[in-house]
C-alpha cells in the first residue's frame, strides 16, 4: 500500500507503514492549528470519523462517534494504511481522490462501506504553516446513511413518476416557467401528431389556436402563481383546440397542475383530454333531440328554434322571412288503405322533395304527422317559387308512384309572410296554418298565400262554429241517430252505428262536413 510521497512531502516512514512518534505528534499539532479540531471536541461531534493520515496514506490519527462502528474500530484503524480497509472495486478510485487532495486539493465524494453505512467524505491537505508544504491529509466523514436512504427514496419516487408519466395513457406534457415543453409522453405526441423531441422546448402557446390562447395563458399564469406541492398543487383547467402536425386541430380540456419546486424540472404538469368523442356523442344527441328520424328534416322542437333564432336576426337586420307549411293531402286514407310502411315511405319522398326545391340555408322540418314547414329566409318571391316548384314535382311523380304500387300523391301549400317585428314563433305557425286550412278548402293540392281576410274569414268561421255547438249543448240541438249495419251475406242487420248529428237554424240536419 506504500507510495511515493507527493512532491515537498516527507520521506516515506517505515515498511509497517508506522511513522515516527514525533512525526505523528507534528501531524496532530499541525491538524489542530489548521482546523481547531482536537480529540475532545471530535468526540462532541455525533456522526463523524475524523482521520489524519501521512502521505503514505496510513492512518496516524483517528477519532469516530460513529455508534454503529463500535468502541474498537477507531483502535484498529490506528497506524493502518487507509485503503487497506477499502473495498478493492473501490480503492482505484479512492486512491485517486487521495492522490489529488495529497497534491493540495480538497477533494469530497460519497462512499458507502462494507457495513451498508453511507458516508459524505471530505478530504483535504495539511499544510506546514512554515513551508507551506503539503505533510499529511486530514478526512472528514459523517454518516449520512439515513439523508442516503431519503435520497434514494425519494430518486425512487421520481423515476416511478418519470414512469408513469411516459406510460400514462392519458396525454401529458411537462412545462417550464416560461412555458416552453421539457418532456411529453408518448400519448401526447400522438395525439399531435409530433414525434416527442420535435416538442420539447416548443412553447405551449405554439400548440394552440389562437383563438383559445386567452384561456390558456390565464390558466398557465394562475397555475404558475399557486403551487402548493412538488407533485401536486392548483388546478386549472382551460378549453382549447390544439393544431396538430397535419394542420388539423383537436378539441381538449386541458388541466394544469403547479409544482412547488424543480425537482422534475419542471414547473407545470398538462394532461389533456381528447373531447372529439364527446363533441360527436353531444352532436349526436342534438341530432336526435332536434331531427326527425323518418326524415331527418328538424322536428317541430329543432323547427321552433331555428325559427326563433332567424326571426332575432331578421329584427337586427330588418329583414322579412316567409314561412311555407306543406300538407300530405289525404294522407290518412292512404296509410288506412295501403298500411303505414307505404305512408312512411311517402313520407320520406316528401321530405326528398321538400329539400330539392328549398335553398339550403332554409331550415326544413317535419312539424307533425303529414305537416311539413319550411322557413324562407330570401323572402316571398323566393318562398312561391319553392312552394311552386315542390308542386309541380310532386304532380310530376305520380306515374313514378303507380309504377311503384303506390297511390298517387299531392300536397297543400300555405304561405305567410312574417313581419320582422313578429316575436312569437307560435303566431307564425297560426298564420300559415291559417292559409294551409284554406288551400284544403279550395280543394287541395294549391297553394294558398295569407292576408287579413283569410285570417279574418277563418276567425269568422271558427267563432260560427264555436257558437252554433255551445248553443246545441245548451238546448240540445244533438240528435243521435242510428245506422244500421247491413250483412251481406245474410241480408240482416247485425249491428248499428251512432251518430250524433247537429241541426242547423233551420232545423235542418247538418251534414258531418
Not at 140 to 155: G, N
Not at 369 to 390: K, Y
Amino acid at each position: 500500500m506504500q507510495h511515493s510521497p507527493a512532491p515537498g512531502g516527507p520521506a516515506a516512514g517505515n515498511r509497517s507503514g508506522r511513522r515516527p512518534l514525533v512525526e505523528r505528534n507534528r501531524l496532530r499539532s499541525t491538524l489542530e492549528r489548521s482546523t481547531g479540531l482536537t480529540p475532545q471536541a471530535l468526540s462532541h461531534l455525533p456522526g463523524l470519523v475524523v482521520a489524519v493520515l501521512d502521505l503514505d496514506y496510513v492512518v496516524i490519527e483517528v477519532s469516530s462517534t460513529v455508534e454503529s462502528l463500535g468502541p474498537n474500530w477507531a483502535a484498529e484503524l490506528k497506524d493502518q494504511p487507509f485503503l487497506d480497509r477499502v473495498r478493492p472495486a473501490e480503492a482505484s478510485l479512492m486512491r485517486s481522490e487521495l492522490d489529488r487532495a495529497a497534491r493540495g486539493e480538497t477533494v469530497s465524494w460519497r462512499y458507502e462501506d462494507a457495513t451498508g453505512i453511507t458516508y459524505e467524505t471530505e478530504v483535504a491537505p495539511i499544510t506546514d504553516s512554515f513551508t507551506s508544504a503539503v505533510v499529511g491529509l486530514v478526512l472528514i466523514a459523517r454518516d449520512v446513511s439515513d439523508k442516503a436512504a431519503a435520497e434514494r427514496a425519494r430518486t425512487a419516487v421520481m423515476q416511478s413518476f418519470q414512469d408513469s408519466f411516459q406510460l400514462a395513457p392519458i396525454p401529458q406534457v411537462m412545462l417550464d416557467g416560461d412555458g416552453a415543453v421539457k418532456a411529453v409522453n408518448a400519448a401526447f405526441a400522438a395525439l399531435l401528431g409530433h414525434p416527442p423531441d420535435a416538442l420539447c422546448g416548443t412553447k405551449l402557446r405554439d400548440l394552440v389556436l389562437p383563438r383559445d390562447l386567452a384561456g390558456v395563458d390565464r390558466a398557465v399564469r394562475l397555475t404558475h402563481r399557486n403551487p402548493t406541492g412538488p407533485l401536486a398543487g392548483t388546478r386549472q383547467d382551460a378549453g382549447a383546440r390544439m393544431l396538430r402536425a397535419d394542420g388539423q386541430s383537436v378539441h381538449c380540456q386541458l388541466h394544469l397542475i403547479g409544482l412547488a419546486d424543480e425537482t422534475l424540472g419542471a414547473s407545470t404538469i398538462v394532461q389533456l383530454l381528447d373531447q372529439t368523442e364527446r363533441d360527436r356523442y353531444e352532436a349526436d344527441l342534438r341530432q336526435v333531440a332536434n331531427h326527425d328520424s323518418l326524415t331527418g328534416l328538424l322536428n317541430r322542437r329543432g323547427f321552433r328554434e331555428r325559427v326563433a333564432d332567424s326571426l332575432s336576426a331578421g329584427r337586427r337586420r330588418n329583414e322579412a322571412r316567409t314561412l311555407l307549411l306543406i300538407d300530405v293531402d289525404h294522407f290518412k286514407t292512404i296509410n288506412d288503405l295501403h298500411g303505414h310502411a307505404v305512408g312512411d315511405t311517402m313520407l320520406r319522398d316528401v321530405a326528398d322533395q321538400i329539400r330539392a326545391v328549398i335553398d339550403p340555408r332554409d331550415p326544413a322540418s317535419r312539424i307533425a304527422g303529414d305537416e311539413f314547414a319550411v322557413l324562407c329566409v330570401d323572402g316571398p318571391t323566393s318562398a312561391r317559387a319553392s312552394a311552386e316548384a315542390l308542386l309541380e314535382l310532386v304532380r310530376g311523380r305520380a306515374a313514378d308512384a303507380r309504377a311503384a304500387g303506390r297511390p298517387p300523391l299531392t300536397v297543400s301549400v300555405g304561405i305567410a309572410e312574417v313581419d320582422p317585428v313578429m316575436d312569437s314563433v307560435d303566431d307564425v305557425l297560426m298564420r300559415a296554418d291559417l292559409a294551409l286550412y284554406e288551400a284544403k278548402e279550395w280543394g287541395r293540392d294549391c297553394i294558398v298565400e295569407a292576408s287579413a281576410g283569410i285570417a279574418g274569414g277563418a276567425a269568422r268561421r271558427a267563432d260560427h262554429v264555436l257558437q252554433a255547438l255551445r248553443q246545441a249543448i245548451a238546448t240540445n240541438g244533438f240528435l243521435l241517430h242510428a245506422q244500421p249495419i247491413l250483412d251481406l251475406t245474410s241480408g240482416k242487420v247485425t249491428q248499428h252505428e251512432m251518430l250524433a248529428r247537429l241541426q242547423g237554424d233551420d232545423g235542418a240536419t247538418l251534414a258531418p262536413g
